[in-house]
């Protein structure tokens, strides 16, 4: 049975390594506030009531649709589209073709920027790599108007931080959520981590500060990787909710 994702993949390196998916959840739950179709994730009270855990597992899936055999990335990709339809019919108004499409995007984006970030410079081919996989994702969900290879998604990908994103009053809620469930210090990492993912067009809107002061913390985190003793560090950053289920993510870095 074949892989949904081919096990040398660059897609499986990035998803398998805890840190880099931090840093895709940060990115992510910047990226999220300022969508403009966010009030559906309001529709069913579940955002609010719990903002971390909701875009936690929306996270979680996606890796979990990585390390997947075909068929079964399918059954998970068929199951996403069964809830959304649900939800639209609760609703009874369909969600946005353009904001299946930003969702998409942002797997795309921050599984490069968190990568480099964390890592190194991904090259041209692991790029088109990473928008092969989960431009393959979006097609199975029949989303209409996809690139059809990463220099295409460039252009779209432009357009959308361009005419899909809006600092509205759902933004503002969100962050105070953020807060108020990650406490002042795991805020404040929070807010850094997503200010060296992010995109300016993100981050202007979102009127970060041009202070970052998490470079040098993240340095001596890498270093303590390297030899294997970082495990307490970020045991003591993490949400204690959260602690054991990114544990579970994290088959690379140990």
Not at 9 to 28: H, K, M, P, Q, Y
Not at 60 to 77: N, P
Request: charged share 20%; proline share 4%; aromatic share 12%.
């Amino acid at each position: 049975m074949p892989d949904f994702v081919k096990k040398d993949s660059i897609v499986r390196e990035i998803w398998g390594n805890g840190d880099t998916i931090l840093f895709i959840f940060a990115g992510a739950s910047a990226e999220f506030a300022l969508n403009k179709a966010v009030d559906w994730l309001y529709f069913t009270g579940k955002l609010p009531a719990d903002p971390m855990g909701r875009l936690f597992s929306t996270v979680a899936y996606a890796r979990q649709i990585v390390f997947s055999s075909q068929e079964d990335a399918f059954k998970a990709i068929n199951q996403i589209t069964a809830i959304h339809a649900g939800v639209e019919q609760k609703r009874g108004t369909k969600i946005p073709d353009w904001a299946y499409r930003d969702v998409l995007f942002m797997l795309i984006a921050y599984s490069i920027s968190s990568f480099e970030v964390l890592e190194r410079k991904l090259s041209a081919h692991e790029k088109e790599e990473v928008f092969s996989v989960f431009n393959a994702l979006g097609q199975r969900m029949h989303i209409p108007d996809l690139a059809t290879n990463y220099q295409q998604w460039l252009v779209q990908r432009e357009n959308h931080l361009q005419n899909d994103l809006l600092a509205s009053n759902f933004t503002a809620d969100l962050f105070l959520q953020y807060h108020k469930h990650l406490g002042f210090i795991r805020f404040q990492l929070l807010l850094q981590a997503q200010h060296l993912v992010c995109p300016e067009r993100v981050k202007n809107l979102l009127k970060f500060k041009s202070i970052i002061w998490l470079k040098p913390i993240l340095f001596v985190y890498k270093m303590a990787r390297l030899i294997r003793i970082h495990r307490p560090f970020k045991n003591a950053i993490l949400p204690g909710n959260y602690r054991n289920q990114i544990k579970d993510l994290d088959v690379q870095s140990g």
